[in-house]
């Protein structure tokens, strides 16, 4: 049987990325090869060969196998910045 999934990238400025899925939320900056993300399911790097499609992926703080929900300023902060940055990028003078 199948499920039902969601994903929606935005960008916000040349090399920055809100992401977002059903249960997540995360924010990536980086360029050609190289990105960094960070958001609701933790940090992580990866390098990759443009045009070839090889990476490799590093989580730098991996999550337990069984996450607890994010509470606390840590979770909160995140949605804020991020909802900031949407504002901005939408309002902002041109």
Do not use: D, E
């Not at 059903?22 to 050609?32: C, E």
């Amino acid at each position: 049987m199948g499920y039902l999934r969601f994903r929606r990238r935005v960008r916000l400025a040349p090399g920055m990325y809100m992401n977002l899925g059903k249960g997540s939320l995360s924010l990536s900056v980086g360029g050609r090869g190289h990105w960094i993300t960070s958001g609701t399911r933790g940090r992580q790097a990866t390098v990759g060969i443009p045009g070839t499609g090889l990476s490799y992926t590093s989580r730098s703080h991996p999550q337990p196998a069984a996450p607890a929900k994010a509470t606390g300023t840590s979770a909160g902060c995140l949605g804020w910045l991020v909802i900031a940055v949407v504002l901005w990028a939408l309002f902002a003078p041109k």
